[in-house]
């Protein structure tokens, strides 16, 4: 067992304000006369401060990246399954939002089907583990749209013309672009947010999803790739890396250059991943590139907790 000492500290070490830490504390029993005090106020990690322009704490940091699972997770449930997370798995902090939009695919391949029922376990598996770490910290899910925003990003993409829609539950095809959207972005969410994790076990959890994310990364471009789809794919790589809103490309297609060479692992020069910061995320998810931006695209309302501006 930890002694109360050790928890007490590690949860100074990975909360940014008094709030935080007395959640925490709540929710492990450990907040009574003689544990918490003067002693939790004043701290290293209280002087880390959750801005857009500096340091932000480990329970911002994995309340984002649960804001992202929530979003996957509600994807591939109504893709494989038909319906969305168990309503007990949306409750936490902030404000709790419906999901608009989301059906079963009609697979015709078992093997995509077997893909797609994979993936949504591992990412309820995910939104179950954040939400277990974060206990009564956690935040809750936001509002989701899965319907307007999957044919704004394709008509943003060229994908599709105005005037039409693109559902991503309609077929395997459209459900592999879908799923090529989110994808690279949560392997590139992972990456970035790794240094700014100081609680180490957080970061080797971290470093697990990253990990799995980048599997299903693999298996949604191979799949994309052997089905011929490098054209709209490589539209919507385009789109995606022009809404991060940084000079420096980190995106890339199924193909290289004019030919049809595979190109199934995205990196850079030295065959590293990339990395995106939470505001390039965040650019991406709310379909838009404008500064100071609270909402729109995926999340309608906005993500919930303290990283949701760009």
């Known amino acids: 067992m930890f002694k109360k000492s050790l928890i007490v500290d590690m949860i100074n070490r990975s909360s940014t304000s008094e709030a935080e830490r007395r959640t925490f504390l709540k929710g492990m029993g450990l907040l009574s006369a003689g544990v918490v005090g003067a002693g939790l106020v004043g701290t290293a990690a209280a002087q880390r401060a959750d801005a857009a322009d500096g340091p932000v704490s480990d329970v911002a940091i994995l309340n984002f ?20 997370l168990a309503e007990a798995m949306a409750t936490g902090q902030g404000t709790q939002g419906g999901v608009t939009g989301g059906h079963r695919v ?30 009564t910290a956690a935040v809750a899910r936001p509002a989701i749209n899965l319907r307007e925003s999957f044919t704004g990003a394709a008509q943003a993409a060229g994908v599709i013309k105005a005037g039409e829609t693109f559902d991503p539950f309609a077929n395997e095809a459209f459900f592999l672009l879908g799923a090529f959207l989110f994808e690279d972005v949560g392997v590139t969410a992972y990456k970035g947010a790794s240094p700014l994790v100081e609680n180490k076990d957080y970061l080797e959890a971290a470093a697990g999803i990253l990990a799995v994310e980048a599997y299903h990364a693999g298996i949604v471009r191979t799949l ?87």
Not at 65 to 84: I, K, R, S, V
Not at 108 to 131: C, G, M, P, Q, W
Not at 288 to 308: E, I, M, S
């Open 106 to 135: 009609p697979f015709k391949s078992k093997a995509t089907r077997y893909y797609a029922e994979e993936i949504a376990n591992d990412e309820i598996a995910h939104v179950k583990f954040l939400r277990s770490a974060l206990g």
């Open 65 to 84: 990246a649960l804001n992202l699972e929530y979003l996957e997770a509600e994807f591939y449930c109504y893709a494989a399954y038909g319906h969305g």
């Open 224 to 310: 994309l790739y052997a089905n011929d789809l490098a054209a709209p794919t490589n539209l919507i790589s385009a789109a995606r890396d022009s809404l991060d809103g940084t000079a420096v490309s980190k995106d890339q297609g199924i193909t290289v250059g004019t030919g049809d060479r595979a190109n199934l692992v995205p990196t850079d020069a030295n065959s590293i991943a990339y990395s995106r910061s939470y505001n390039e995320v965040l650019n991406i998810v709310y379909l838009t590139a404008d500064k100071g931006a609270t909402q729109g695209g995926f999340y309608p309302a906005g993500l919930n907790g303290v990283l949701r501006t760009t």
